[in-house]
Structures are given as C-alpha cells and as structure tokens.
Nanobody
Framework: QVQLEESGGGLVQPGGSMGLSCAAS????????MGWYRQAPGNQRELVAT???????NTADSVKGRFTISRDNAKNTVYLQMNNLKPEDTAVYYC????????????WGQGTQVTVSS
C-alpha cells in the first residue's frame, strides 16, 4: 500500500523561506511523477510543481523563480523549496505521486498547512 509522509509546513513571514518534503513508500516509484499541489480556502486544488524520475519538471507560473522542486530517487522523496513566500501562497500543500503511464495509480498525502503572514 502506497503511503506518503509529508513534513514541513507552518507559519512563515512574507519574504521568508520554507521547505517541504514527502517520502513515499509501498511501491517502486521509478515511473511515477511526484509533485505538490495546493488548495487555499474557497479555491480549487492547483498544481504547484511536479517532477519525473528523470528530472523533468513542470512548475506553475505563479511560483516560478521562487519555488524549486527536486527529487531523490534513491529515497523516493520529493522536496519543495519555497523562497520569497507571499501571503497568497498560504494554502494546504498536498504531496502527490502519479504513474506516468497509468494515471489511475494516483496517491495523495494528507496535506500540510503553509501560512504566510506577518
């Protein structure tokens, strides 16, 4: 059974930095895209960034230049480094792993709250 363990999150001031990590277990993730989505109150869940096992990334325009996604395939772990955080980045951040060719193999973490406020 696939399990995703997220860590990081909390309160940070505008302009600050924060890192999130998500460790996946219960399967081989060689052909899984790993990534982060977020959902703010009243909004739909939206893509933040994803990364394939080969290192190809897809990053939302709203966070380009500020957020960096990376991945350690040996540890089945995906990271999100968030810099220059803004109040509008406040949301619950969800880790996701999805098979690149069988998208029904799609798993979500429990979510971690990121609050950007002074």
């Amino acid at each position: 059974q696939v399990q995703l363990e997220e860590s990081g999150g909390g309160l940070v001031q505008p302009g600050g930095s924060m890192g999130l990590s998500c460790a996946a277990s219960g399967n081989s993730f060689n052909f899984y895209r790993m990534g982060w989505y977020r959902q703010a109150p009243g909004n739909q869940r939206e893509l933040v960034a994803t990364i394939t096992s080969g290192g190809n990334t897809n990053t939302a325009d709203s966070v380009k230049g500020r957020f960096t996604i990376s991945r350690d395939n040996a540890k089945n772990t995906v990271y999100l480094q968030m810099n220059n955080l803004k109040p509008e980045d406040t949301a619950v951040y969800y880790c996701n792993v999805r098979h690149q060719w069988y998208p029904r193999n799609d798993y979500w973490g429990q979510g971690t709250q990121v609050t950007v406020s002074s």
